[in-house]
T-cell receptor, first 120, second 113 residues
Protein backbone atom coordinates (compact mmCIF):
# COMPACT_ATOMS: atom_id res chain seq x y z
CA UNK A 1 0.00 0.00 0.00
CA UNK A 2 1.55 3.29 -1.11
CA UNK A 3 -1.31 5.52 0.02
CA UNK A 4 -2.43 6.18 -3.55
CA UNK A 5 -5.64 4.45 -4.60
CA UNK A 6 -7.12 4.11 -8.06
CA UNK A 7 -10.58 3.07 -9.20
CA UNK A 8 -11.65 1.12 -11.06
CA UNK A 9 -8.84 -1.43 -11.18
CA UNK A 10 -10.11 -2.83 -14.47
CA UNK A 11 -12.24 -1.21 -17.18
CA UNK A 12 -13.53 -2.41 -20.52
CA UNK A 13 -15.13 0.19 -22.75
CA UNK A 14 -16.31 0.63 -26.30
CA UNK A 15 -14.97 3.36 -28.54
CA UNK A 16 -18.13 5.45 -28.13
CA UNK A 17 -18.29 5.23 -24.33
CA UNK A 18 -17.45 7.92 -21.81
CA UNK A 19 -15.80 6.81 -18.61
CA UNK A 20 -13.65 8.31 -15.87
CA UNK A 21 -10.67 7.05 -13.90
CA UNK A 22 -10.24 8.21 -10.33
CA UNK A 23 -7.11 8.65 -8.25
CA UNK A 24 -7.04 9.58 -4.58
CA UNK A 25 -4.20 10.25 -2.17
CA UNK A 26 -4.29 11.28 1.46
CA UNK A 27 -0.55 11.68 1.84
CA UNK A 28 -0.70 15.45 1.92
CA UNK A 29 1.03 15.63 -1.45
CA UNK A 30 0.74 18.64 -3.71
CA UNK A 31 1.70 17.15 -7.08
CA UNK A 32 -0.21 14.45 -8.95
CA UNK A 33 0.54 12.71 -12.21
CA UNK A 34 -1.08 10.50 -14.84
CA UNK A 35 1.12 7.97 -16.64
CA UNK A 36 0.34 5.49 -19.41
CA UNK A 37 2.06 2.10 -19.36
CA UNK A 38 1.83 0.04 -22.54
CA UNK A 39 3.40 -3.33 -23.14
CA UNK A 40 7.02 -3.16 -24.28
CA UNK A 41 7.11 0.64 -24.01
CA UNK A 42 8.50 2.92 -21.32
CA UNK A 43 6.18 4.63 -18.87
CA UNK A 44 4.80 7.73 -20.56
CA UNK A 45 3.97 10.83 -18.57
CA UNK A 46 0.61 12.27 -19.62
CA UNK A 47 -0.27 15.09 -17.24
CA UNK A 48 1.18 16.83 -14.19
CA UNK A 49 -0.76 18.87 -11.66
CA UNK A 50 0.79 20.94 -8.90
CA UNK A 51 -1.47 22.57 -6.30
CA UNK A 52 -4.46 21.74 -8.57
CA UNK A 53 -2.95 23.56 -11.54
CA UNK A 54 -1.90 21.67 -14.66
CA UNK A 55 1.83 22.17 -15.22
CA UNK A 56 2.42 19.68 -18.03
CA UNK A 57 0.36 18.20 -20.83
CA UNK A 58 2.65 15.88 -22.69
CA UNK A 59 0.97 16.23 -26.11
CA UNK A 60 -1.87 13.98 -25.01
CA UNK A 61 -4.86 13.65 -27.41
CA UNK A 62 -7.94 15.58 -26.37
CA UNK A 63 -9.93 12.36 -25.93
CA UNK A 64 -8.12 12.23 -22.56
CA UNK A 65 -9.27 15.03 -20.27
CA UNK A 66 -7.78 15.40 -16.78
CA UNK A 67 -9.43 17.10 -13.84
CA UNK A 68 -7.94 17.98 -10.48
CA UNK A 69 -10.61 19.41 -8.18
CA UNK A 70 -8.28 19.44 -5.17
CA UNK A 71 -4.80 18.27 -4.23
CA UNK A 72 -6.10 14.88 -3.08
CA UNK A 73 -8.09 13.86 -6.14
CA UNK A 74 -7.25 13.46 -9.79
CA UNK A 75 -9.53 12.26 -12.54
CA UNK A 76 -8.95 11.19 -16.12
CA UNK A 77 -12.06 11.50 -18.27
CA UNK A 78 -12.11 9.23 -21.30
CA UNK A 79 -14.16 9.85 -24.43
CA UNK A 80 -14.19 8.14 -27.85
CA UNK A 81 -11.01 6.20 -27.19
CA UNK A 82 -9.22 4.02 -29.72
CA UNK A 83 -8.11 0.39 -29.27
CA UNK A 84 -4.47 1.55 -29.12
CA UNK A 85 -5.36 3.45 -25.94
CA UNK A 86 -5.64 0.12 -24.15
CA UNK A 87 -2.99 0.17 -21.43
CA UNK A 88 -2.37 0.39 -17.69
CA UNK A 89 -3.01 3.94 -16.49
CA UNK A 90 -1.02 4.83 -13.41
CA UNK A 91 -1.56 7.72 -11.05
CA UNK A 92 1.25 9.01 -8.86
CA UNK A 93 1.70 11.76 -6.31
CA UNK A 94 4.60 13.53 -4.65
CA UNK A 95 5.04 16.28 -2.12
CA UNK A 96 6.92 18.43 -4.65
CA UNK A 97 7.70 18.33 -8.35
CA UNK A 98 10.92 16.59 -9.44
CA UNK A 99 13.94 18.85 -9.42
CA UNK A 100 12.36 21.59 -7.34
CA UNK A 101 13.74 20.76 -3.91
CA UNK A 102 16.80 18.50 -4.16
CA UNK A 103 15.24 16.26 -1.55
CA UNK A 104 14.42 12.63 -2.32
CA UNK A 105 11.83 12.51 0.42
CA UNK A 106 10.01 15.52 -0.95
CA UNK A 107 10.18 14.53 -4.63
CA UNK A 108 9.59 10.79 -4.47
CA UNK A 109 6.58 9.80 -6.55
CA UNK A 110 4.27 7.22 -5.01
CA UNK A 111 2.33 5.21 -7.56
CA UNK A 112 -1.14 3.77 -7.33
CA UNK A 113 -1.86 0.21 -8.52
CA UNK A 114 -3.20 1.42 -11.85
CA UNK A 115 -6.35 0.93 -13.90
CA UNK A 116 -6.10 -1.74 -16.58
CA UNK A 117 -8.07 -0.33 -19.54
CA UNK A 118 -9.24 -2.31 -22.54
CA UNK A 119 -10.85 -0.44 -25.43
CA UNK A 120 -12.86 -2.60 -27.81
CA UNK B 1 13.37 13.57 -26.55
CA UNK B 2 15.64 11.79 -24.13
CA UNK B 3 15.72 8.01 -24.28
CA UNK B 4 16.98 5.43 -21.87
CA UNK B 5 18.30 2.08 -23.05
CA UNK B 6 17.78 -0.51 -20.36
CA UNK B 7 19.31 -3.97 -20.53
CA UNK B 8 18.79 -6.80 -20.40
CA UNK B 9 15.09 -6.89 -21.31
CA UNK B 10 14.58 -10.04 -19.26
CA UNK B 11 16.58 -12.37 -17.03
CA UNK B 12 16.03 -15.87 -15.70
CA UNK B 13 18.30 -16.62 -12.77
CA UNK B 14 18.68 -19.24 -10.09
CA UNK B 15 17.83 -18.31 -6.51
CA UNK B 16 20.97 -17.16 -4.72
CA UNK B 17 22.64 -15.73 -7.82
CA UNK B 18 23.62 -12.09 -8.16
CA UNK B 19 21.89 -9.89 -10.75
CA UNK B 20 23.11 -6.89 -12.66
CA UNK B 21 21.16 -4.57 -14.96
CA UNK B 22 21.95 -1.18 -16.43
CA UNK B 23 20.64 1.90 -18.15
CA UNK B 24 22.39 4.15 -20.61
CA UNK B 25 21.47 7.40 -22.22
CA UNK B 26 22.87 9.71 -24.88
CA UNK B 27 21.88 12.65 -22.67
CA UNK B 28 23.19 13.73 -19.30
CA UNK B 29 20.85 13.09 -16.40
CA UNK B 30 21.16 14.73 -13.00
CA UNK B 31 19.02 12.19 -11.17
CA UNK B 32 18.77 8.44 -11.58
CA UNK B 33 16.04 6.37 -9.97
CA UNK B 34 15.41 2.65 -9.84
CA UNK B 35 11.86 1.29 -9.42
CA UNK B 36 10.42 -2.20 -9.03
CA UNK B 37 6.97 -3.12 -10.27
CA UNK B 38 5.23 -6.31 -9.21
CA UNK B 39 2.25 -7.76 -11.08
CA UNK B 40 -0.93 -5.78 -10.49
CA UNK B 41 0.87 -2.97 -8.70
CA UNK B 42 2.40 0.38 -9.53
CA UNK B 43 6.18 0.99 -9.47
CA UNK B 44 7.82 1.38 -6.08
CA UNK B 45 10.99 3.44 -5.67
CA UNK B 46 14.01 1.37 -4.62
CA UNK B 47 16.99 3.71 -4.86
CA UNK B 48 17.63 7.31 -5.90
CA UNK B 49 20.98 8.73 -7.02
CA UNK B 50 21.79 12.43 -7.21
CA UNK B 51 25.53 12.72 -7.78
CA UNK B 52 27.88 11.41 -10.45
CA UNK B 53 29.84 8.47 -9.08
CA UNK B 54 27.43 8.00 -6.18
CA UNK B 55 27.06 4.42 -4.96
CA UNK B 56 24.02 3.70 -2.82
CA UNK B 57 22.78 0.52 -1.18
CA UNK B 58 19.36 -0.54 0.04
CA UNK B 59 19.64 -3.97 1.64
CA UNK B 60 20.74 -6.42 -1.05
CA UNK B 61 20.39 -3.74 -3.73
CA UNK B 62 23.23 -1.50 -4.85
CA UNK B 63 23.01 1.18 -7.51
CA UNK B 64 25.59 3.52 -8.98
CA UNK B 65 25.35 6.83 -10.83
CA UNK B 66 27.89 6.71 -13.68
CA UNK B 67 30.73 9.20 -13.76
CA UNK B 68 29.67 10.45 -17.19
CA UNK B 69 26.13 10.98 -15.83
CA UNK B 70 24.84 9.01 -18.81
CA UNK B 71 24.47 5.62 -17.18
CA UNK B 72 23.51 3.76 -14.04
CA UNK B 73 23.51 0.16 -12.91
CA UNK B 74 21.56 -1.84 -10.34
CA UNK B 75 22.90 -4.95 -8.66
CA UNK B 76 20.91 -7.40 -6.58
CA UNK B 77 22.93 -9.81 -4.50
CA UNK B 78 21.84 -13.30 -3.43
CA UNK B 79 18.51 -13.16 -5.24
CA UNK B 80 15.37 -14.59 -3.63
CA UNK B 81 11.98 -15.49 -5.14
CA UNK B 82 10.37 -12.24 -3.98
CA UNK B 83 12.81 -10.29 -6.16
CA UNK B 84 10.64 -11.26 -9.13
CA UNK B 85 9.23 -8.27 -10.96
CA UNK B 86 10.05 -5.62 -13.52
CA UNK B 87 12.82 -3.19 -12.66
CA UNK B 88 12.72 0.24 -14.25
CA UNK B 89 15.37 2.90 -14.37
CA UNK B 90 14.29 6.51 -14.63
CA UNK B 91 16.23 9.68 -15.06
CA UNK B 92 15.59 13.36 -14.85
CA UNK B 93 17.12 15.30 -17.67
CA UNK B 94 19.43 18.18 -16.85
CA UNK B 95 17.51 20.54 -19.09
CA UNK B 96 15.87 23.42 -17.29
CA UNK B 97 12.15 23.58 -16.64
CA UNK B 98 11.40 19.90 -16.99
CA UNK B 99 9.48 18.03 -14.34
CA UNK B 100 9.53 14.85 -16.33
CA UNK B 101 11.14 11.57 -15.51
CA UNK B 102 12.24 9.50 -18.51
CA UNK B 103 11.74 5.78 -17.96
CA UNK B 104 13.50 2.78 -19.43
CA UNK B 105 11.47 -0.12 -20.84
CA UNK B 106 12.25 -2.29 -17.85
CA UNK B 107 14.12 -5.49 -17.05
CA UNK B 108 11.85 -8.41 -16.23
CA UNK B 109 13.45 -10.60 -13.57
CA UNK B 110 12.43 -14.20 -12.98
CA UNK B 111 13.98 -16.16 -10.11
CA UNK B 112 13.97 -19.94 -10.24
CA UNK B 113 13.78 -21.45 -6.74
Amino acid sequence: ETGVTQTPRHLVMGMTNKKSLKCEQHLGHNAMYWYKQSAKKPLELMFVYNFKEQTENNSVPSRFSPECPNSSHLFLHLHTLQPEDSALYLCASSLALPGTSGSLVVETQYFGPGTRLLVL
Amino acid sequence: GQQLNQSPQSMFIQEGEDVSMNCTSSSIFNTWLWYKQEPGEGPVLLIALYKAGELTSNGRLTAQFGITRKDSFLNISASIPSDVGIYFCAGRYSGAGSYQLTFGKGTKLSVIP
